[in-house]
């Protein structure tokens, strides 16, 4: 008999990453420019981009 695998990692693998990533890029926002601007707007932006695939994707 196999153990069965827990689905948790399956389910919240995506949300904990874009939230991450949320985090970075708005904490980077406020370090400084330069570097930080880049960082913030990769952080800020990639989310957006993914939740705006989402939203569209058609089924």
Do not use: E, N, Y
Request: net charge positive; aromatic share 14%.
């Amino acid at each position: 008999m196999k153990p069965r695998q827990s689905s948790f990692w399956k389910v919240f693998a995506a949300p904990t990453f874009i939230a991450l990533l949320s985090a970075t890029g708005l904490f980077a926002a406020l370090l400084g420019d330069g570097f930080w601007d880049s960082l913030s707007w990769l952080g800020l932006g990639v989310p957006a981009l993914l939740g705006l695939r989402g939203l569209l994707q058609r089924r």
